[in-house]
């Protein structure tokens, strides 16, 4: 696991308003991501992990509250 990633992508995404706990299963996706794998090792829960934390982010930008 990249540790660093892991940090900044939570300080980041709980900054722009993703609830903490979708924050932290996101980060530790992108943080465990393997670029010489399909989809970057990512299984379909791993994945779904990352939608919901950019439905949030999304949501946040547009001033739509979830």
Not at 8 to 33: C, F, M, R, Y
């Amino acid at each position: 696991m990249n540790e660093r990633l892991y940090q900044v992508s939570l300080t980041e995404l709980t900054k722009v308003g993703v609830p903490q706990a979708i924050a932290e299963q996101a980060s530790l996706v992108v943080a465990n991501d393997d670029p010489t794998k399909p989809n970057l090792g990512r299984t379909p829960q791993a994945q779904e992990a990352v939608n919901a934390a950019m439905t949030h982010y999304h949501a946040n930008q547009q001033g739509v509250s979830q």
